[in-house]
């Protein structure tokens, strides 16, 4: 038979999904026969079918391989709570503007057997809900029914238009039993038809504004979050930085690897808060969403800003609003290029005066402080305890030099980012929003890709213990070892959630709750889990677990770890973090981010 469902998985292949995460259920009956026949008849044409326990999981593995390729990737969930279990990895892969397909299924419309697929079982009335799509539609870019397989395609395509136009994100289709299981006459489209919309560029007046407001400015900055994505991003924005020496760059989103560590122009990964947004008296913000918090960190009133994202206005952001003169919903790469063009062609020899050589040496010695002050941080106390910059500095010493950063430290991100000095496009892959839980599903999804790609990198997961907790380590690391997908995993255990402390004293600084220890603030993991032994379980014994408690224990257990993962088999390791301040891991470490 040639269904609906099966044409589904044709379009989807057809359209570049080389992936479905899936999480089957009882309206999935042709979907399941389509999966047969597909792996029967259409051998290296047709997706890799991945199972997944969990949903969150599966909608953060297809988020994970989508960041890193750029390439859409397809989830299958089940009904209404299927939908309700992708839980935050809808906002995740929404915020983080992921390209990721979902479909769902409906309970069946006829009762009677009426139509091939017609209700079976007692479950399909209590799953049968008014408006399934409205659980997810707000994270969406796109919801559509498939009411006939006629039009399946058209669908599917129709939904990718949208997950792969900027701004990039998750899109649900939705269907019953019945048109799903509908008999077609075997269809294909033209595919050259069903492109996403192209990369918008700058106005010429645009260009020309921002170009000469950087060569005139005395302390330019350039505020980034998306940019890097595109990988070519990357070196426009070097080039921009090598010609208008002096400007800095700043990456308060995180979420991608925008600009190389070893530059001059490089500040850092600060969540909103650095002294140089205060100084600078010209600010492009370049694809980013939270360049800077008003209550902890603004720009002077003379400042000149100017906005360049896909999306200015925030649309799914309620309340948003930067002071800048102009914005521009454009592309970043496409307005990096046009900048760098007129520069080159209209303000070369003002460029290459002495002021300028001036500024770059500045910055190069600048530069090296920074890097020395970073250096100064990674410390052992005289017990042997370390905190998370010493961690991350020999991870970064030990693991592979083309190694993929899955990153979600919450807290402790700032001082990730400062220790592992990202340089390469790709390389550091972070949560793109506030869904904890991501990076368990995201590193496999991360690996998978890389090694489809033929890349074969070393991906390491570097988790906060409370997000650990939320990534559902039992399906991530049934997962890992199901489809021999290893990853390095590093537990940041500081016993607890940090992050509502902070959140607590920026607003209530001297407070009752400043006063008391992290158990009477509900936020303790006292007596700590097993971490590393509930991956090994989940695993069935077969994975390298371990703890460190002392800088001399991670010193011989890291390249173990490491060395199991390069021999194909995934490693957790539990760091036991210890600050200066006493508090296993807490202390100012936890209000720095």
């Known amino acids: 038979m040639y269904t609906a469902s099966f044409a589904f998985f044709e379009a989807i292949w057809e359209a570049g999904i080389t992936h479905v995460f899936v999480n089957l259920g009882s309206d999935h009956p042709s979907i399941i026969e389509a999966i047969v026949k597909g792996q029967n008849e259409k051998k290296g044409e047709f997706p890799k079918i991945v199972t997944c326990p969990n949903e969150m999981v599966a909608l953060s593995m297809a988020d994970g391989y989508a960041r890193l390729t750029g390439k859409p990737q397809c989830v299958i969930v089940h009904v209404d709570v299927g939908t309700q279990g992708l839980g935050a990895a809808v906002h995740n892969a929404s915020c983080g503007r992921a390209p990721v397909l979902i479909f769902a299924g409906l309970s069946p419309f006829t009762i009677e057997g009426e139509m091939r697929g017609s209700r079976t079982e007692y479950i399909h009335w209590i799953q049968d809900v ?124 995180g979420s991608d690897m925008c600009f190389p560590a070893n530059h001059p122009a490089w500040l850092g990964l600060r969540y909103g808060v650095e002294p140089a947004v205060t100084t600078a008296d010209v600010i492009v913000v370049l694809d980013c969403d939270v360049p800077w918090i008003n209550t902890q960190c603004h720009p002077k009133a003379e400042a000149k800003v100017f906005h360049i994202d896909v999306d200015p206005l925030k649309q799914q952001m309620p309340v948003y609003y930067i002071n800048a003169l102009q914005r521009y919903r454009a592309d970043s790469y496409t307005s990096l290029s046009q900048i760098n063009g007129f520069l080159d062609s209209n303000l070369k020899q003002k460029l290459s005066s002495n002021l300028y050589a001036d500024r770059w040496i500045a910055l190069q010695e600048s530069h090296a402080k920074k890097l020395q002050t970073i250096a100064a941080e990674a410390k052992v106390d ?100 199901r489809y021999n997908i290893p990853i390095l995993t590093i537990i940041l255990n500081n016993k607890g959630w940090n992050a509502p402390r902070r959140s607590m004293l920026l607003v209530h600084p001297d407070g009752e709750g400043s006063k008391v220890s992290n158990e009477e603030l509900n936020i303790s993991f006292v007596p700590t889990p097993d971490y590393s032994g509930i991956a090994k379980a989940a695993a069935g014994g077969d994975i390298w677990a371990a703890h460190a408690s002392t800088a001399e224990e991670l010193g011989k257990l890291l390249p173990e770890a490491i060395k199991a993962v390069i021999g194909g088999k995934s490693a957790v390791l539990d760091a036991h973090l210890e600050g200066p301040e006493g508090k296993y891991g807490g202390g100012k470490a936890a209000l720095i981010g």
Request: charged share 20%; hydrophobic share 35%; net charge neutral.
């Open 130 to 253: 008014p408006d399934q799509k409205q659980i997810v539609a707000q994270y969406c870019r796109y919801t559509g029914e498939i009411k006939t397989g006629k039009n399946v395609k058209q669908m599917v395509n129709r939904a990718l238009s949208f997950a792969m136009s900027d701004p990039k994100g998750p899109v649900y289709l939705y269907a019953a039993r019945e048109p799903m299981e509908e008999d077609l006459t075997p269809y294909k489209l033209q595919q050259e038809y069903w492109h996403p919309v192209e990369p918008a560029a700058l106005p010429q007046s645009g260009v020309k504004t921002i170009a000469e407001a950087l060569v005139h400015a005395q302390e330019p900055l350039v505020i980034v979050g998306y940019s890097g994505r595109n990988h070519a991003a990357v070196q426009e924005l070097v080039q921009l930085a090598d010609s208008v020496k002096g400007l800095r760059v700043l990456d308060t989103g």
């Open 382 to 481: 005289d017990q042997g305890h370390y905190g998370t910059p010493y961690l991350s500095q020999q991870l970064k010493k030990l693991c592979p030099n083309d190694t993929i950063w899955a990153i979600e430290a919450v807290t402790q991100t700032g001082f990730v980012a400062d220790q592992i000095q990202a340089t390469v496009p790709g390389s550091w892959i972070n949560c793109g929003g506030g869904g904890l839980g991501w990076s368990g599903g995201g590193a496999l999804g991360i690996k998978l890709a890389s090694d489809t790609d033929g890349k074969k990198q070393f991906v390491c997961q570097i988790v906060g213990d409370g997000t650990y907790l939320f990534s559902v380590p039992g399906s991530v690391y049934w997962i890992s070892k």
